[in-house]
């Protein structure tokens, strides 16, 4: 399976790319991997070369690109080392809504000029800090995403005026949330709210939590589950199959 790595031209920077594309003949539909707050690796890679050979385009983008040469996070020691759990906090804090528009933006443009892709709306899925940035890009590219599935994401309901769960009015993909089991970030009274909107706004969606915790879905996560993992590959590969047709 052919894995491609490229760079894409923004206002802001040179944004590093990793494209995992089927084996065969295409073209295929395609979707955005966004990964954790520990940015785009190696874990990422395989991840999206596992969703690769169930017939899709995976672009995964690096998301500190703004940052240029930051160093990879062990995710082991992330949030627990003082001095990283500073590091990591600051570069999440950088990606902020408008950003991750336009960078959303412009990967679909990109995308759209690829031989390999078939389509002009994708699928979009995020792990942790990229499960917001999903739901984010499904609210403010409305016309663009066809399918938005968020994993273990936290900071979907908050009181900010720019909460993902306020533009569900604008969202025309259908919603896969799959919350984490005791997650502070996205607690079973947000994901009761989350889907009381998404109701409201008529959004074809699914909310539920998995009993895992937080990070339950990428590998080098000190909190990976097995079982919660291959549930979530399930459902993703059902969900974009539905719906993702190029």
């Known amino acids: 399976m052919p894995i491609l790595a490229d760079t894409l031209a923004t206002a802001d920077g040179s944004c590093r790319l990793t494209l995992a594309v089927p084996d065969g003949t295409g073209p295929w539909p ?4 966004y990964p954790d707050a520990g940015g785009a690796r190696e874990t990422f890679t395989a991840m999206a070369a596992e969703l690769a050979g169930s017939g899709y385009v995976v672009l995964v983008p690096d998301v500190y690109y703004r940052h240029p040469g930051w160093a990879p996070f062990a995710m082991d020691t992330a949030f ?11 570069l999440m804090r950088s990606v902020t809504p408008q950003r991750m528009a336009a960078d959303a933006a412009a990967f679909f443009d990109y995308l759209a000029a690829r031989p390999e892709v078939a389509g002009d709306s994708f699928g979009v ?4 800090m990229g499960g917001r940035t999903a739901m984010v890009v499904a609210g403010r590219l409305g016309d663009r995403v066809a399918a938005a599935a968020s994993f273990h994401g936290g900071g979907l309901v908050t009181d900010a005026a720019d909460s993902p769960h306020r533009a569900a009015a604008d969202i025309r993909a259908a919603v896969y949330v799959a919350g984490a089991q ?4 996205f607690t079973a009274a947000q994901a009761r709210r989350l889907d009381e909107a998404l109701s409201a706004a008529g959004v074809e ?8 915790a937080h990070g339950f879905a ?3 996560n000190p909190t990976y589950h097995p079982q919660a993992a291959e549930r979530h590959w399930t459902a993703l590969r059902e969900f974009f199959a539905a719906r993702l047709t190029g």
């Open 30 to 33: 395609a979707a955005v991997m």
């Open 80 to 90: 627990t080392d003082p001095a990283e759990r500073t590091r990591i906090f600051a």
């Open 125 to 128: 899925c995020g792990y942790c």
């Open 182 to 185: 005791d997650d502070a970030t």
């Open 205 to 212: 969606h699914t909310v539920e939590i998995y009993p895992a």
């Open 218 to 220: 990428v590998p080098d």
